[in-house]
């Protein structure tokens, strides 16, 4: 009986070290920003206010306040904030067409380099590198790497993106806190 009470213990045990293990993935999720391909100026519509802005970028070289705005720029998904995603955004908003190449939606999750939703050593080495300007970021990875959220890829982004991947933190600077 003493041994099947211990056994009972062991699996209790783990069963609550792999719900534990799936809590912390569960929080590693939760630190995303859900972009609408179009709506360069992030106020969830897609209308000719982001043409104007988006013009105002591309043809006047009035900068953009937010990584994200890239994403949401980028409508023909060439990873580049161009003419002819101007072309395409006023087309849009005209309803010459109905859709973009980049797609509907873009959910950057922060700490998220190469794509698994996770935050681990991985995707450090990769901001490590862009850093070092060994690699370049795309769009969606540069949103992704701003963890601190100012605007820039720096040293301090690949040491909270190294603390998140060790559970040394359970948020980034950039992630809301509740
Ligand atoms: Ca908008
Ligand atoms: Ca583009
Ligand atoms: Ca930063």
Redesign the pocket.
Known sequence: MKNKIALLTVVLGIVIVVLGGSMVVNAAHQCNETV?I??????????A??VT?LGRYVNHGQPFTSLLQFV?ADVDYDNSVTIQDYNMLKDYVLRNISSFPAGQFYTVYYGDLDGDQLVTSNDKQIVTNAVLNIVNLTLRQLAAADVDGDQIITALDVSYINSHSKDKIDHFPVCPQN
């Open positions: 609408i179009g709506d360069v100026n992030l106020d969830g519509l897609i209308d206010l982001d802005i949401a």
